[in-house]
């Protein structure tokens, strides 16, 4: 049996509370404002944070499966996917000694959270601009609009990178 990778593990909690912290605007864009009121009227306490990072590791979870789809569908290949050949794979896969495997997977777990959090953003980015302007509240808007360009590029090009890394690794070993 594998054990617990914490990097694996931190990126999946990362994933989840991503989605949960996008779930206020969700629920208030959704017009669920009672639902939002009474989650964020919880006493704080060491079980109520046990529940909220195994909800958002569980959530993390669903929030992957979601991204390796749409990496699959279109997302990897806009990141510049190229694939490797299933000669270069084999040979990878033939050859590969466990520390290696090890530093792949932990690459994966990055490009994943990157991922995940690329995917989110593109979301609910737009939805938290729309709430604040819907509001009157134009100035924070207009912040909310600077900083998502920020973030959403540096999560493209993060991805990129880890991405073209996770690759190299099986090109490297696999020839």
């Known amino acids: ?9 931190f990126c999946e909690i990362i994933s989840g509370l991503a989605v949960m912290l996008a779930a206020p605007v969700l629920l208030r864009v959704l017009g669920f404002q009672g ?4 989650i ?7 079980l109520t944070a046990a529940v909220v990072v195994v909800t958002a590791y569980l959530v993390g979870l669903l929030m992957d499966a979601i991204g390796m789809c749409l990496g699959e ?3 990897d290949g806009l990141l510049g996917d190229e694939g490797l050949s299933q000669e270069v794979q084999a040979k990878f896969w033939r ?7 090890q530093y792949r997977d932990t690459q994966w777990a990055y490009y994943s959270a990157y991922r995940n959090l690329l995917i989110l953003g593109l979301i609910v980015g737009p ?10 509240r134009i100035r924070e808007a207009v912040a909310v609009l600077v900083v998502a360009v920020v973030l959403e590029y540096s999560f493209w090009r993060t991805s990129k990178a880890l991405l073209r890394i996770y690759n190299a690794i099986a090109a490297a070993f696999g020839t």
């Open 35 to 38: 639902v939002l009121e009474r």
């Open 127 to 136: 939805l938290w601009i729309v709430s604040f302007a819907v509001d009157g």
């Open 95 to 101: 050859g590969v000694t466990p520390h290696v495997l």
């Open 1 to 9: 049996m594998k054990g617990i990778s914490i990097p694996e593990v």
């Open 73 to 75: 569908w279109f997302l």
């Open 40 to 46: 964020c009227s919880a006493e704080p306490t060491a």
